[in-house]
């Protein structure tokens, strides 16, 4: 299966920290990446990781691959307003080619104040 | 360096109508996507490309049709608008040694 999943919402308040998960179902994925969408505007990469990492950290953002239960997660540090956007989990299979992404369906963040 | 361009930015078409969106990219990426982006089922692959003059089908291909005639450009045509094809269009570039794509800032597409 090809499979990417997310649920469709999360709210957290600002200065808390996001954790938004991401499972998917085809062990043989090799890159996985979290995308960010704000309001009327394309997709911004944020990070990603190959799959013989465990975890990514860059700034405020932590990546935490768990390739036994396939869950890959998205931490946000010290939440603010600006994050508020849809966060996409995509991943890229070996048996497709041209580094085809599979999208999972996105996760709305909305940080309140 | 403008990235990823698309053209145009809206457009809203009456069913059976014809249409063509640009991409256009000047980063001289050998790559090039288009995705559809539907509320609640994330990004679709309609079609790509993996160098001039060549494309293939991705996931949904039906009702489009693309040409790859300059390294820079990928077309993406709608030969007869249906109301499913109302949608949020993007396109994306990588190169062949990148794992990371680029996006441009989408078109939104009406049928009615």
């Known amino acids: 299966g090809e499979d990417v999943e997310q649920s469709l919402f999360l709210s957290v308040r600002e200065g808390d920290s996001s954790v938004i998960n991401c499972t998917y179902t085809d062990s ?15 997709l911004q990469l944020l990070t990603y990781i190959f799959s013989n990492m465990d975890m990514k950290q860059d700034q405020r953002l932590t990546v935490l691959l768990n390739k036994k239960d396939k869950h890959l997660s998205l931490r946000i540090a010290d939440t603010q307003t600006g994050d508020s956007a849809i966060y996409f989990c995509a991943e890229i299979l070996p048996t497709r080619s041209a580094r085809q992404l599979t999208f999972g369906s996105g996760t709305q963040l909305t940080v309140l104040p | 360096n403008a990235g990823v361009t698309q053209t145009p930015k809206f457009r809203v078409l009456k069913t059976g109508q014809s249409m063509t969106l640009l991409c256009a990219q000047d980063m ?4 090039m996507y288009w995705y559809r982006q539907d509320p609640g089922m994330g990004l679709r692959l309609i079609h790509y490309s993996v160098g001039e003059g060549t494309t293939a089908k991705g996931e949904v291909p039906d009702g489009y049709n693309v040409s790859r005639l300059k390294k820079q450009n990928f077309l993406l045509g709608l030969e007869s608008a249906a109301p499913s094809q109302t949608s949020v269009y993007f396109c994306a570039s990588t190169t062949g040694h990148s794992y990371e794509q680029y996006f441009g800032p989408g078109t939104r597409l009406t049928v009615t």
């Open chain 2, 28 to 31: 001289n990426h050998e790559y």
């Open chain 1, 28 to 42: 043989s994925s090799t890159y996985l990446y979290w995308y960010k969408q704000e309001p009327g505007a394309g």
